[in-house]
């Protein structure tokens, strides 16, 4: 069955450190991988999408994620976190080959990232 | 600015009461889709709709009802809303249903007693 966990309910990360929110996902085919922040009382944001070439991928506020298809991983990362980056962060995957047609995209269950001073 | 508005963003009402949220969009997006978001278990999705009058079940579609009747709105329905409907509601779309990121309304908090 296709999945995405995100293991830590919770990230506490000192500001300046650096940052990482674990992704781990399970499709048959090949995946279309994103990522979203959701701030409080706010919509989700769009952050960075995997879809195919460099693993590497970079997207807004200066985050970046890498795709690791043998470990079927897409952690988000930022090199020095910010206070502002306070929030929750959503994995989805959509599952290329059996998207029928849906082509549903499978959600994590959010990782609360917070930052202190 | 393109955006996708959703209304009410707050609503209280009793079991029973027929309520409809709106949600519309001014991008041309193709795609639209309806979730609920509780605590603990990400976004659940209820209905979705890849073009106009072309509407389809999520995971979670028990009591709801959409329609598209144009490109630019997707209201979803609560024909007689129950306490277990109680969460926050979001409305989103993307340019079409495949590598497409998808842009979400502000969101629904609705509590229903």
């Known amino acids: 069955a296709q999945s995405v966990a995100q293991p830590e309910d919770q990230v506490n990360v000192a500001e300046g450190n650096p940052l990482t929110v674990k992704c781990t996902y399970s499709?048959?085919?090949?995946?279309?991988l994103f990522w979203y922040v959701q701030y409080p009382n706010r919509g989700l944001q769009f952050l960075l999408k995997?879809?195919?070439?460099d693993n590497l991928v970079k997207g807004s506020y200066g985050f970046e994620a890498e795709f690791n298809k043998s470990q079927t991983s897409f952690h988000l990362k930022k090199p020095s976190a910010l206070v502002s980056d306070s929030a929750l962060y959503f994995c989805?995957?959509?599952?290329?080959?059996?998207?029928?047609?849906?082509?549903?995209?499978?959600w994590g269950a959010g990782t609360k990232l917070i930052i202190k001073p | 600015e393109a955006q996708v508005t959703q209304n009410p963003r707050y609503l209280i009402t009793v079991t029973g009461k027929k309520l409809t949220v709106t949600c519309s969009q001014n991008?041309?997006?193709?795609?639209m889709s309806w979730y609920r978001q509780d605590p603990g278990l990400g976004l659940r999705q209820i209905y979705y709709?890849?073009?106009?009058?072309?509407?389809d079940k999520g995971d979670v579609p028990e009591g709801y009802k959409v329609s598209r009747k144009e490109k630019r709105n997707f209201p979803l329905i609560l024909e007689s809303p129950s306490p277990n409907q109680t969460s926050l509601y979001f409305c989103?779309?993307?340019?079409?249903?495949?590598?497409?990121?998808?842009?979400f309304g502000p969101g629904t908090r609705l509590t229903v007693t």
């Open positions: 989103a779309s993307s340019m079409q249903a495949t590598a497409y990121e998808q842009y």
């Open positions: 991008m041309n997006h193709e795609y």
């Open positions: 709709s890849m073009n106009v009058e072309v509407t």
């Open positions: 499709v048959s085919g090949n995946p279309y």
């Open positions: 995997y879809i195919t070439g």
């Open positions: 989805a995957v959509r599952d290329v080959l059996h998207a029928g047609s849906n082509y549903q995209l499978i």
